[in-house]
C-alpha cells in the first residue's frame, strides 16, 4: 500500500477544527451570553445543556445507523460532512441569536430549540466523521498517523476558541452584535473545514451497508 500524502492527512484532519473548536465556544460562551445577553435565568440555562445531552443520546446512535446504512457516490461517512457543512453557519448563527421577546418562556423554548438544532448539526457531522477514522486506511500505522493529525488540528483549534471568540465579542462591549459577529466568523470557518474533509478525503476501506433492522429496545 502506498504511503498516503501529507495533504490527504491535513485534508482529514481539517473536520476536526469544528469538533474542538465548536465545544469550547460552546463551554466558555453560551452560558454566559443566555444569562447576561437573552436575559434567561441559570436554573432554566441548566435545563437547556441538560435537555440537550439528553437529545445526543438519542441522536447520536440514530446517526450512526444512518450512516451505517448509508450509500453514496461519496460514501457512507462524507456525503454527511458535505450535507452538514453549510448548515453549521445557520446552526452557529441562531445558537447565538439575541432573541429578545418579552416573554421569559419564548426565550427558552427560542434557546431551547436553537441549541438541540445546532447538536444535531454537530451530530450528522462528527458520528460519520468519528467512523471515517476507523475507515481512512487499512493499515494501522497510516490510520494512526492521520488520527495523530486529527486530534493536532482539534486540540489548536481548541485553544484558539477558548480565546479569540471572547476577544471578538468584548470588541462589541459584548453586546448581542458581537456574539452575532462572532458566530459568523466562526461558523464560516467551522463550516469550510467539514466541507473541506468532506471532499477531498477519500477512505481506503469501504465497509459494506449494514443490513440490520433498528431497534429501540436496543438504543
Sequence with gaps: MAKRTLRSKLAFASADI???????????????????????????????????????????????????????????????LIISAPLVLVGMFFLFFPYSFTSAFLRIVAVLLSYLVFTTIQTSIMIPYYSLSSEISSDYQERSSFNSYRLGFSIFSSIICVAVPGIIVDAFNGSGTGYQVMSLIFGTLFGLAVLFTGLFVREEINTPIVKSGFSVREL
Design 18 to 80: 469544528f469538533g474542538g473548536g465548536s465545544f469550547n465556544i460552546i463551554n466558555f460562551l453560551f452560558p454566559g451570553f443566555l444569562a447576561l445577553t437573552v436575559g434567561i435565568h441559570p436554573f432554566w440555562i441548566s435545563f437547556i445543556m441538560l435537555v440537550a445531552r439528553g437529545w445526543d443520546a438519542i441522536t447520536d446512535p440514530v446517526m450512526g445507523y444512518i450512516s451505517d446504512h448509508t450509500k453514496s457516490r461519496f460514501g457512507k461517512r462524507r456525503i454527511y
